[in-house]
């Protein structure tokens, strides 16, 4: 089992940052790739990022290139999301997720375990 808990979401104005950690517990993380996704109201849930167990992989939405930036930092079990430039249409609950599998899977059947969510609201 993997408990994964996100937080860092907020309210934030158009052209703004923040920065989304997810802390994972039980087994071991460096064994799963993690993904963020997101979802806007009535709106199916998307990928937005994603990073290899080994870090040499990332993948994102092309509606994220360039403006956010998926990390993990090993020692302290935490997968980061920096996002920057937010627009109003990245406004969304974002979940983090778990997947425990080579490469960055773009799907999220492929992910077993998923956070709660923290909600992301960016005014314009």
């Known amino acids: 089992q993997v408990q994964l808990v996100e937080s860092g979401g907020g309210l934030v104005q158009a052209g703004g940052s923040l920065r989304l950690s997810c802390v994972a517990s039980g087994r071991a993380f460096s064994s799963y790739a993690m993904g963020w996704f997101r979802q806007a109201p009535g709106k199916e849930r998307e990928f937005v990022a994603g990073?290899?167990?080994?870090?040499?992989?990332?993948q994102y939405a092309d509606s994220v290139k360039g403006r956010f930036t998926i990390s993990r930092e090993y020692g302290k079990n935490t997968v980061y999301l920096q996002m920057n430039s937010l627009k109003p249409e990245d406004t969304a609950v974002y979940y983090c997720?778990?997947?425990?599998?080579?490469?960055?899977?773009?799907?999220?059947?492929?992910?077993?375990?998923w956070g709660q969510g923290t909600q992301v609201t960016v005014s314009s």
């Open positions: 997720a778990a997947a425990h599998t080579m490469g960055v899977p773009l799907l999220e059947g492929a992910y077993e375990y």
């Open positions: 990073i290899s167990q080994s870090v040499i992989n990332t």
